[in-house]
């Protein structure tokens, strides 16, 4: 009897042993520890790197959920909805907006969006809110940070329960440059003092601006990027970017995928937290050699998404411009820039 017990204690802490082996290679090979620098050079593209898994793969619908049949022969064919990375591009009619967020309703998942209104742009933040409050992800949990130098002019907006706005001051600045390289430090600075651990996704929004139509679960992702509206007809070689090689957001011409918007982007907490780390370094060490990019932060986005291949990209129904005429591809308008007189906002720059 005795010597039966010991097997059995031994066979069980023999299997113990091999559990606890198992464990540890399933989460090391999950967990992938990467230092800063690893990261940045990775991001930069300098470095063929680590593989970071931090994406939800799991979508778990709701059992019984009635919706259209979806078809894999019929769909949008005026425009291309998928990279040659094979990262989805948004389109309207190319997703189902019940089905989606019935998906992340049940991963209760929580948004927060930035916005920066320094100076005179803080006339934008009323409209910008209000009407966020009715188009974006509506019926989910979202923060807006609001960043500014003039707190007290912050209106109040009605929100719904679980939705706020929570306003931090920043200091005034005369110079678009400054407003402009502080707003990745700043988006880093909140990920990682308030956001990480808590919020599952991020925005960064421009402020002059407003919603027209419905921005939701269907722009998700581990990195998002808006296709800008001033030049996707455009050979890449008319595109915008760095030119200058000296620069960190240098892309050479015959490069770059598409022409990305500065004023709309986002995902993931843990990706954008490595973009703006990424982009604010860049910019930085840009600066102390005297080079300031031709786009500024914008240039740097570009740069850094063309090495770090964003895992969905919203077309520019995500990001028109008010004074365009809406080109035949362009179903609906979600987001777009409003038309603004330089002269009256801008300080002298
Ligand atoms: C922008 C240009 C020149 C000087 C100052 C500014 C500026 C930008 C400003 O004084 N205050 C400010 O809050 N911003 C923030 O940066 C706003 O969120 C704004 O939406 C964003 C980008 O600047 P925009 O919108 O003027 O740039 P465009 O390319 O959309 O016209
Ligand atoms: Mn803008």
């Known amino acids: 009897m005795y010597s039966l017990n010991g097997k059995f204690g031994a066979l069980v802490t023999m299997m113990a042993l091999l559990l606890a082996l198992l464990y540890c290679y399933i989460s090391l090979s999950f967990r992938v520890v990467v230092t800063f620098e690893q990261e940045q050079a990775i991001a930069n593209g300098r470095s063929a790197g680590t593989v970071r898994k931090n994406h939800v793969f799991h979508l778990v619908a709701p059992d019984h959920l009635m919706y259209k049949q979806p078809s894999i022969v019929e769909g949008r064919t005026d425009v291309v909805t998928v990279t040659p990375w094979l990262a989805p591009v948004v389109w309207e009619g190319t997703f189902n907006p019940e089905l989606l967020d019935s998906i992340y309703r049940q991963q ?167 973009l703006a780390k990424t982009c604010r370094s860049n910019f930085e060490a840009d600066s102390a050699d005297g080079l300031e990019a031709a786009w500024q932060e914008e240039s740097h986005l570009n740069r850094y998404m063309w090495i770090n291949k964003p895992s969905k990209i919203l077309s520019p129904e995500y990001l028109w411009q008010d004074f365009k005429s809406r080109n035949r591809e362009i179903q609906i308008i979600r987001f777009s820039g409003i038309v603004k007189n330089y002269a009256d906002i801008r300080p002298n720059v």
């Open 108 to 274: 209760n998942i929580s948004i927060a969006a930035t916005v920066f209104a320094v100076g005179k742009y803080i006339m934008f933040l009323k409209d910008f809110l209000e009407t966020a409050e009715q188009h974006f992800f509506v019926g989910f949990r979202v923060q807006i940070f609001v960043f500014t130098d003039r707190p007290n002019e912050v209106p109040k907006v009605k929100m719904a329960a679980d939705r706020g706005v929570t306003v931090h001051a920043v200091p005034s600045s005369n110079r678009w440059q400054v407003i402009s390289a502080r707003r990745m430090e700043l988006v880093q600075e909140l990920i990682e003092q308030k956001l990480q651990g808590k919020t599952d996704y991020i925005f960064c929004l421009d402020v002059d601006s407003k919603f027209h139509n419905r921005w939701g679960t269907e722009s998700l992702g581990g990195l998002v990027a808006v296709i800008h509206p001033g030049y996707y007809w455009d050979p890449r070689s008319n595109f915008p970017y760095e030119r200058r090689a000296q620069s960190r957001a240098y892309v050479a011409v015959g490069e770059g995928d598409f022409y990305y918007c500065g004023g709309a982007f986002g995902g993931n907490i843990e990706e954008v937290r490595l």
